[in-house]
């Protein structure tokens, strides 16, 4: 089930379509696209049927699922943010010992970590279901923040999106479905296609609740003084390079305490703190670049300055989950 195109930046690939009349064939479609899945029928098995048009959309896999009969379904680990807009039908959910259902105007997002069931997909169920890669989902939020996040995001498993941003989002994401399979359409031009999933990206952020809502809500960022701006300008210059605290201070022109009075106050962490966050941002980039094969842990680690090997493990597992090992090979 090969899709014909491939992936470029902001292109999006030819809309794939898929039709399933067993539990089996839907498991190995579910693989192949989103993620490992185990359905179960709740209705008749022999009237089980189910129908998929998928299309990647940049760092989103967009697609139109339905279907036939009652379902119930189980995932075993996310490795991305997952929003299921139901058209018709409804379903029942479940993550992190939160439950929810969802309808026309409310969505389930599901968060990168932890199982997933879903107790009840309605027959006759149909869903726009958005794949949403974790690190561009917090990337975005970091630009829009200016400064680095920690994910995973706290998202409700359950959202209202009958009114304000939610509203707008829905209509935005049913746009993208409504093109899907037009070929020659816009949604298939580089130039559309990227600010398409940006403008994806930065509505799911908009239009849900999580632990940085409030920030992006508030209104114009406070400006960064100008010893704080050329200390990261220092840093996103060269990441991996062996620094200091005395060194940004030196660079910047000011005490090594204002220096950390600055960044406190304008991005609520040390320096060395925002470095080491900078520094997990690109390795986890380059473990998840699908040119980085026969890289090793260890040689990206070097790369961007982390000479322990063990603490980065460790920080790294903390900032997205799991090991560095695990994201190595999520790209085979």
């Known amino acids: 089930m090969p899709v014909d195109s491939e992936q470029d930046g902001g292109r999006s690939c030819a809309p794939v379509h898929y039709h399933a009349s067993s539990a089996d064939e839907t498991n190995a479609m579910f693989d192949w696209s989103y993620c490992p899945l185990i359905v179960q029928p709740r209705g008749a098995v022999d009237a089980f049927s189910f129908d998929l048009t998928v299309v990647q959309l940049g760092p989103l896999t967009v697609g139109d699922l339905a279907y ?97 941003p939610g509203r707008s989002l829905v209509r935005l994401l049913r746009l993208i479905h409504a093109e899907l399979d037009n070929h020659n359409g816009l949604l298939h031009q580089p130039l559309i296609a990227s600010r398409l999933w940006s403008c994806v990206l930065t509505g799911v952020l908009l239009a849900t609740d999580h632990q940085y809502r409030a920030e992006l809500a508030g209104s114009v960022t406070p400006s960064r003084p100008r010893h704080v701006k050329i200390a990261i300008d220092s840093m996103e210059a060269d990441p991996g390079r062996a620094i200091t605290i005395n060194d940004l201070a030196r660079t910047a022109g000011v005490s090594v305490r204002s220096l950390q009075e600055g960044f406190h106050r304008h991005t609520g962490m ?42 980065f493990a460790a920080a790294y597992r903390a900032q997205y989950g799991h090991s560095p090992s695990h994201t190595l090979r999520m790209k085979d």
């Open 68 to 164: 036939g009969v009652d379902v119930s379904t189980g995932l075993g680990y996310l490795d991305a943010y997952q929003l299921n807009l139901p058209l018709a039908g409804h379903v029942q959910a479940r993550q992190h010992g939160a439950e929810a259902a969802a309808g026309l105007g409310w969505a389930t997002l599901f968060r990168p970590s932890g199982s997933v069931d879903q107790p009840l997909i309605s027959g006759g169920c149909r869903q726009i279901a958005t794949k949403i890669d974790a690190s561009a989902l917090e990337s975005t939020l970091a630009e829009l923040l200016g400064h680095p996040v920690q994910g995973p995001l706290h998202i409700p498993l359950g959202n209202d999106f009958t009114t304000g």
């Open 270 to 311: 040390s320096p060395m703190t925002y470095l080491r966050r900078l520094r997990l941002a690109k390795a986890h980039e380059d473990l998840l670049r699908p040119d980085s094969g026969g890289r090793t842990v260890t040689e990206i680690a070097y790369r961007w300055g982390f000479l322990h090997l063990g603490r």
